[in-house]
């Protein structure tokens, strides 16, 4: 008996209906007969299409079938999707049905049949329970009397948040109820077929179905007692094909993984296990009772079992409802996937050797879904992926913080660069030199980072000579390199790559981002907010900012970059969690003149001075040079890290503010043929120059190194006013230093003078041996402590000089 048949005879056999065209529709009309055999051929043949009523109790309540109507009446292509969501669902839940496409040729219906006639409330109940269960993420499925698929839902704010399914419920009352018998006109069988990438729908012969019953009861965790049902036993066999008695480890693995799935206490995975250890001819006496003794059950899950077992042969039942199975299948794909979360309480993966990939986002949904199609060779669902999401971000809130690094580590006297590559490389430097070591005792997250290729031997003077960095600047940006490898997430200065117009300061900015921690976007400006530097900051190992005019707004976001302090920002501003970044990085700045910004950012920053190239080549040839160079450029830059490893101990730390960095300039100045101690003086006095020069256009400032010149007696001189007084002083002396400053930089009141002259004092000590304190009244106390050789006149005329540097750079 054919499929149709057999639902014809679960239909009313008092009447039934036949289809025919009323003025170009299709309409149905009622006959008082049974149906016939050769009704049917017709009927298939498209010759007499018919129709069935499903109700078959003498008052019409009741009915064998549940039909669910996808309907697209515009041929929009519309019904395809919801049909094929709601048949994995049913197909996953345990419950048989058929699918076909209905005689319009573009709606499709499923039939759920029943052995027993139920009653259409009933039947309408079982209907909103079974869509409402369909779990596809922003989607609701709603049983209706009337279909009317793909509806959007709107927020109160417009926007859109999810889509709605209304699908038609068969029978939709009581009496007669009229529905087409599949598979006439343009109506077809249709089946799921599974590929290693997608489950599609697709037409099928009529033959290839087969009518099953709805189960009155879903198949659930069976009991202990008809365990024997799923085929324990088969499945051990299968299962113990993967292991090998003769190896200890396997031998404990299977064990473990048995007690996973059935507990320790169970009796018969225990007598299992002994029986087949028992087949090793190393089994000794005995060893059947370390059962009691084996531990690491958390690399196994419940499914574990079972999925080993269908590997290997089982094509029995499993023990679990869908829903414990999603759940499983998350357990079971996370079991070998080390989970942990940072030192800012951020979650991460590692779902493959050396690859952490961070839980919350879309990339860790990605990977699992991919790594759940290899092993388990069928599509997961989106409800099984975000499972997966769900329970490693539970394990990871358990952890305790571990470190974890960007491109950059340091353990003991070892350093080590991420490559990011496909092949997650990672390189070790140390005081004899640098190479590949995979099994580093790091772990490294990507962040932003773009692949980097294996680094080649190369010679440090092949950098020197293609960067177009005058001599003694060298040293100093070779400095800040080394340091950003060698002190990572620790104190290193702001390196400001400083130059006249073409100078190339965005193609050299580009070059060493891409030497040390290539990423898109590197020759990006400022960021505009703390939030967005705090967030560039999380992920790239090293900043950069190209076409920068200013860096006043986060003047003190970059000191605490620079040398400590940490940054936080709030997740999401509905939400009370802070995202907290408490390592600090390396910054390069291009554009910008360091001259006018404040004493404490100014201490931090070292001026990398660029000359004019000598030849100058097109973008392509430029790209090309850098891509045939750049792998020896990176090793000549790590074998420099090596040298500076193997001496940086032998250089007395002076300064309690980038001591690291100075004792690694000492040793790259060494290395470049300068004399012990030339780092230190050079540095001291790039720092006096550059606050000398900020100091140019501070009014405060200078009107003070113009009033204290009065009171100058050499050491030991010294006088006192109040805020009140200098701010007269200074209104006074506004006619004679009204070519040097500007007025819009002058004071207000008295109050707005007082921490513009704290701001002051360091340089004033500094530059003219003034030291500023306050008295009992607060009043400023200055007093002559050294004798300076710069004077007013020298500020002034640097300030000039400055002034003139300006205009011709600019073409004036």
Not at 650 to 672: D, H, I, M, Y
């Amino acid at each position: 008996m054919s499929v149709i048949e057999q639902i014809v005879a679960l239909a009313d056999t008092r009447a039934h209906t036949q289809g025919y065209n009323a003025k170009g529709k299709f309409a149905y009309r009622k006959v008082e007969s049974p149906i016939t055999p050769e009704q049917i051929d017709a009927h298939l043949n498209g010759s007499q299409p018919l129709g069935m009523y499903l109700n078959v109790d003498e008052q019409r309540q009741k009915s064998h079938f549940l039909i669910l109507d996808f309907d697209d009446h515009d041929a929009k292509g519309i019904a395809y999707q919801p049909t094929l969501e709601v048949a994995l669902h049913l197909r996953r839940i345990g419950i048989p049905f058929l699918v076909f496409r209905s005689g319009g040729g573009h709606g499709y219906h499923i039939w759920l049949a029943f052995e027993n006639a139920r009653r259409v409330d009933t039947l309408k109940d079982d209907a909103k329970r079974l869509l409402a269960g369909v779990e596809v993420e922003k989607t609701k499925f709603v049983a209706v009397s009337s279909g009317n698929l793909n509806q959007m839902n709107f927020n109160a704010n417009g926007q859109k948040v999810g889509i709605e399914h209304g699908v038609e419920v068969l029978p939709k009352g009581y009496g007669e109820q009229n529905v087409a018998i599949p598979c006439s006109r343009k109506g077809a069988a249709m089946h799921l077929v599974d590929t290693k990438t997608r489950v599609s729908l697709e037409e099928c012969p009529l033959d290839d179905l087969e009518l099953q019953f709805v189960p009155s009861r879903q198949a659930g965790r069976k009991k202990s007692e008809d365990a024997s049902s799923v085929g324990m036993d088969a499945a051990f066999d299968a299962f113990i094909q993967k292991f090998d008695p003769d190896n200890r480890d396997q031998w404990g693995a299977a064990g473990i993984c048995l007690q996973a799935a059935f507990g320790k206490e169970s009796e018969w995975a225990r007598e299992r296990w002994s029986e087949w250890s028992r087949t090793s001819p190393k089994y000794r006496a005995g060893d059947d009772a370390e059962w009691d003794q084996l531990s690491g059950a958390s690399n196994y899950t419940p499914l574990s079992f079972w999925r080993i077992a269908k590997d290997h042969g089982y094509g029995g039942g499993w023990p679990f409802k869908a829903t414990e199975q999603r759940k499983l299948l998350a357990l079971d794909f996370l079991a070998d996937v080390r989970i942990l979360r940072d030192q800012s309480d951020v979650a991460y993966a590692e779902l493959k050797p050396r690859e952490w990939v961070r839980i919350d986002t879309n990339d860790f949904k990605n990977r699992c879904a991919l790594g759940m199609l290899r092993a388990y060779q069928k599509m997961p669902q989106e409800q099984d992926v975000k499972s997966a999401q769900m329970i490693s971000l539970a394990q990871a809130a358990e952890a305790a913080p571990e470190h974890v690094d960007l491109r950059f580590a340091r353990v003991g006297g070892k350093r080590y660069v991420f490559l990011a590559d496909p092949d997650c490389t990672i390189i070790e430097i140390d005081d004899e030199g640098w190479r590949v070591n995979n099994e580093a005792p790091v772990q490294f997250r990507k962040g932003v980072g773009l692949p980097v290729s294996l680094p080649e031997a190369g010679e440090l003077s092949d950098l020197i000579d293609f960067l177009n960095v005058d001599e003694d600047s060298m040293v100093f940006l070779l400095a800040w390199m080394v340091t950003a490898i060698i002190n990572p997430g620790q104190q290193c200065p702001i390196a400001i790559l400083d130059g006249s117009a073409g100078s190339a300061k965005s193609s050299t900015l580009a070059t060493l981002i891409e030497m040390l921690d290539p990423r898109v976007g590197a020759q990006a400006g400022e960021p505009k907010t703390e939030d967005d530097l705090v967030v560039t900051a999380y992920q790239s190992a090293v900043l950069s900012f190209d076409n920068v005019d200013t860096l006043a707004r986060l003047s003190d976001a970059l000191c605490r970059l620079s040398t400590g302090g940490g940054l936080s920002k709030r997740k999401l501003y509905s939400d009370g969690d802070v995202f907290s970044v408490d390592a600090m990085r390396p910054l390069l700045v291009a554009g910008l003149d360091p001259t006018f910004y404040r004493q404490d950012l100014i201490e931090r920053i070292v001026r990398v001075t660029l000359t004019r190239p000598k030849a100058y080549l097109d973008e392509d040839d430029f790209r090309a040079f850098k891509a045939a160079n750049m792998a020896r450029w990176r090793g000549a830059l790590y074998s420099l890290v090596s040298r500076v490893l193997r001496d940086v101990h032998t250089v007395k730390q002076t300064s309690s503010r980038f001591g690291v960095f100075s004792r690694v300039g000492e040793c790259v100045a060494r290395a470049l043929g300068q004399p012990d101690g030339w780092f230190g003086l050079a540095y001291a006095k790039m720092r006096l120059d550059m606050a000398e020069e900020a100091a140019s256009a501070d009014s405060v400032y200078i009107f003070l190194v113009d009033y204290l010149s009065a009171f100058d007696k050499g050491v030991g001189s010294k006088t006192e006013h109040t805020a009140t007084e200098l701010f007269l002083e200074m209104k006074t002396s506004l006619g004679d230093l009204s070519n040097l400053i500007s007025l819009k930089d002058v004071p207000g009141n008295a109050r707005a003078i007082s921490p513009r002259i704290v701001q002051a004092s360091t340089l004033l000590e500094k530059a003219h041996g003034w030291r500023v304190s306050r008295g009992r009244h607060r009043e400023f106390i200055f007093e002559k402590v050294d004798d300076v050789e710069a004077t007013a006149e020298d500020v002034m005329t640097m300030m000039r000089e400055h002034q003139v540097r300006i205009a011709d750079e600019a073409g004036y």
